[in-house]
């Protein structure tokens, strides 16, 4: 065998292994990307609640038990305690277009990708801290749910106003908007809900209660994966791919294409109906 062939080899067995290779290194980088816009993301949140003022107290990443929860635990993102209420903070890190309305089970990323709706799930996340602190205090929870800006809201614009006790916000504006609303609760009312004492007592009951063995946050994520393993393939017509007017079932592609158009504002319509609303 000549020095040609051989260099002609070893070439060869180069190309094959470049070949083979990026899957994994894709596979790697694409874990590493996701990772890291997650810490971004919550770092940029972190600068967020660093701008509140000194009386304010929060917490960050916390696991509570919760009895009606699969897992028998909450995860809750963040918590913000003032004088004039209680925000528990869900952050999401979707890029894309958001659908979702109050009354829906499931909202829609890009018109296609289903997420639980993030009200519901933060409902059971301030109905497990209601199990911490005094029944008293109920009433001064306020949800918000947070996403990037790479993020494009179709949603009921109730969500957005400061008057409303669910919002919608960019993380980016997650300190204005608990800023606005603190103003809005203080012309309604004379006096704060919540003392000093009583922000730092809810505050010390409610990481008393955290959860930060590693061992528990693990099978907690577990659980939540197992949970999603079992659940029916996301292709099939669900109850929700209905016809607003006359519940007739649609298809995925039909559904889409409502949910994507503007003059539907977010509502699903059959072939039927759609012709009625041109």
């Not at 730092?200 to 999603?228: C, F, G, M, T, V």
């Not at 509502?267 to 009625?276: N, S, V």
């Amino acid at each position: 065998m000549s020095f040609l062939d051989l260099f002609k080899k070893s070439k060869k067995e180069e190309t094959a292994i470049l070949m083979k290779e990026p899957k994994k290194v894709n596979t790697i980088n694409n874990e590493k990307v996701a990772a890291r816009k997650g810490e971004l993301g919550e770092y940029k949140i972190d600068i967020q609640l660093a701008q509140l003022p000194k009386e304010y107290r929060y917490l960050s990443d916390l696991l509570i038990k919760n009895k009606e929860a699969k897992s028998g635990y909450s995860q809750i993102d963040h918590v913000v305690i003032t004088p004039y209420g209680i925000f528990v903070i869900e952050t999401k890190n979707y890029q894309g277009t958001i659908y979702g309305g109050k009354e829906r089970k499931t909202w829609l990323v890009n018109g296609k990708f289903k997420m639980m709706n993030p009200f519901i799930q933060n409902y059971g996340h301030i109905q497990a801290l209601k199990n911490i602190i005094s029944p008293k205090h109920h009433k001064n929870f306020i949800s918000m749910v947070s996403f990037t800006k790479r993020c494009t809201f179709k949603v009921d614009l109730e969500f957005r106003k400061i008057s409303s006790n669910d919002l919608i916000v960019y993380d980016i504006e997650l300190s204005e908007y608990i800023h606005r609303k603190v103003s809005v609760l203080k012309l309604q009312s004379k006096e704060p809900f919540l003392s000093n004492e009583e922000i730092e007592s809810i505050y010390l009951s409610i990481k008393q209660e955290n959860i930060e063995d590693p061992a528990i946050r693990e099978l907690h994520k577990q659980a939540l994966k197992d949970d999603n393993s079992n659940k029916p393939e996301e292709n099939k017509v669900q109850a929700s791919n209905k016809c607003s007017i006359c519940s007739a079932p649609v298809s995925e592609k039909v559904r889409d294409f409502c949910l994507s158009n503007k003059k539907f504002e977010g509502k699903i319509y059959c072939f039927e109906h759609q012709k009625t609303l041109v």
